[in-house]
């Protein structure tokens, strides 16, 4: 327990998506502004709570990626106010620092007619880079010394209130097999918005929490309970899980998330009809396969329950089975 945490919180910062949230009566939302303030209480008590623990947070805007902040001084903002006695320096440094980058990025995209895809998986990457890049490796810090390098116990946090984006989806997986070979947890917060499939699958492969949040008003209860105690200390608390997991997946050909796929026996990429040509592989498919890949395809499809546990079928040589994600 005596482990130095490492947090990095990705923040989704649509602007559209938080002009919904904001407007929602049913379920009542919360104003962005409101959200700042409660996560940088949260951000500050992150850093109270041990002395080496390290932080970074990285802000999804449309189309961008960027880093808001960072433990180790990459990210400086200029502090033209006053001293206080009376206030934190570490926490007053992380306030300032946040609030100036985001007010920076958030000027670009006033008056914008348009509005691109949140940069989600850009932050994804750039959070696992950047603990890969601190956390010390095990063969070094061995040699060099037994306090040179400290071990970190790293996790990620994702804040989200945009829907799925079928088209990121083989890049959340692949990021998702790239944290559980670091050993990353990642937890997600869903704010505002029906659930995210894709991160409910990240935080229940890597072993964190998923919360969609039913009060959005005592949101900074939530991540105090739920996401403020490092994975060390999980197994002694009651942690949030989830009961049902969405386990569907996105076709290559067309993005769509599907319940019955067609999944490619070399490569293993899925697609929602057979088709002659793996557009990945280039593998060529007989026709006799193809005829009986089709006269087996469901004529409807029914409709599925809310919230009802799902295992997408991958029709393979004629025969259904259960579709399991796989490094792309």
């Known amino acids: 327990?005596?482990?130095?945490?490492?947090?990095?919180?990705?923040?989704?910062?649509?602007?559209?998506?938080?002009?919904?949230?904001?407007?929602?009566?049913?379920?009542?939302?919360?104003?962005?502004?409101?959200?700042?303030l409660q996560l940088l209480a949260f951000l500050n008590a992150h850093i109270a709570c041990k002395d080496e623990n390290t932080l970074a947070v990285f802000g999804a805007l449309p189309g961008q990626s960027v880093l808001l902040y960072s433990s180790t001084g990459e990210v400086l903002a200029t502090d033209d106010e006053p001293t206080d006695s009376n206030t934190y320096r570490p926490f007053k440094t992380l306030d300032s620092t946040i609030m100036s980058s985001l007010a920076a990025r958030l000027e670009c995209f006033e008056g914008a007619s348009e509005e691109e895809p949140i940069g989600l998986v850009g932050c994804l990457t750039k959070a696992l880079c950047y603990i890969n890049r601190i956390t010390p490796n095990t063969g070094t810090s061995s040699t060099g010394g037994g306090t040179a390098a400290a071990s970190v116990d790293p996790r990620i946090l994702i804040l989200s209130v945009s829907p799925d984006q079928s088209s990121t989806y083989i890049p959340i997986m692949n990021s998702i097999f790239s944290a559980q070979k670091l050993k990353v947890t990642i937890d997600v917060c869903k704010i505002f918005g029906a659930e995210n499939v894709f991160l409910q699958q990240a935080a229940h492969l890597t072993g964190g929490a998923y919360v969609q949040v039913e009060k959005p008003d005592a949101l900074l209860q939530y991540m105090m309970m739920s996401f403020l105690p490092p994975p060390a200390i999980r197994q002694l608390i009651a942690v949030p899980t989830q009961d049902r997991v969405d386990f569907r997946a996105a076709c290559f050909c067309h993005k769509r998330i599907v319940e019955i796929g067609f999944v490619c026996s070399v490569c293993l990429s899925i697609f929602c009809q057979p088709v002659p040509v793996c557009s990945t592989c280039r593998t060529k498919f007989p026709i006799k396969t193809l005829q009986r890949l089709n006269a087996s395809r469901p004529l409807a499809m029914p409709a599925s329950a809310p919230g009802t546990p799902i295992r997408p079928l991958a029709h393979r040589n004629g025969t259904a089975t259960p579709v399991t994600p796989r490094p792309g």
């Open 1 to 36: 327990m005596d482990t130095p945490s490492h947090l990095s919180v990705v923040l989704d910062l649509s602007p559209t998506q938080w002009a919904l949230c904001a407007q929602s009566s049913s379920p009542p939302g919360i104003s962005l502004q409101t959200f700042l």
